[in-house]
């Protein structure tokens, strides 16, 4: 069946360092991907999406794009800030149910 | 943005006693809602698809007269735990689904932290 696979944390960085957090899939047919945040003590929250090959999601300042030849959909950030530590999910809809089903999450710490 | 709130956002319980968790989609309505279990350090798992007005489709391994689901109104959906035992103890999270032309997507609850003794 379709998973998602992100590389394994904690990431620890330092504040304005590059960020990337790695994250293929296999499914079958073109799902849409995703990024979501995880903030301590809230819920996920959209960071950002992909509908189809070769788009880039972007929101603040994280981009993503939709690698279909690669099976990727890697995270990055060029200037990370202390805010920023969070859970982060990578996603697709690929679920029977119209449910997504996510990667084990990549949880990012991010020093001043 | 939409917003969906989970009740009780952790709940402590005795073995053998019985938890409810309510999902409220709070300015929108969801025809779809989902149920996700999600372990330390791992992946949220679907548990369950709640349809309003009909009954839950549940997720091959996950017991369905264990883990009760009501989907009452276009607002509400709740997971009631029965007579729950240790290995119950978990984080739940419940997302609402929004279609709409060519949209598509879900929001999460907060999730909710039960532990049982």
Sequence with gaps: GDSVTQMEGPVTLSEEAFLTINCTYTATGYPSLFWYVQYPGEGLQLLLKATKADDKGSNKGFEATYRKETTSFHLEKGSVQVSDSAVYFCALSGGSQGNLIFGKGTKLSVKP | ?117
């Design chain 2, 1 to 117: 943005g939409a917003v969906v709130s989970q009740h009780p956002s952790w709940v402590i319980c005795k073995s053998g006693t019985s938890v409810k968790i309510e999902c409220r989609s709070l300015d929108f309505q969801a025809t779809t809602m989902f149920w996700y279990r999600q372990f330390p350090k791992q992946s949220l798992m679907l548990m369950a698809t709640s349809n309003e007005g009909s009954k839950a489709t549940y997720e091959q391994g996950v017991e369905k007269d264990k883990f009760l689901i009501n989907h009452a109104s276009l607002t509400l959906s709740t997971l009631t735990v029965t007579s729950a035992h240790p290995e119950d103890s978990s984080f739940y999270i419940c997302s609402a689904r929004v279609r709409g032309g060519s949209t598509d997507t879900q929001y999460f609850g907060p999730g909710t932290r039960l532990t049982v003794l």
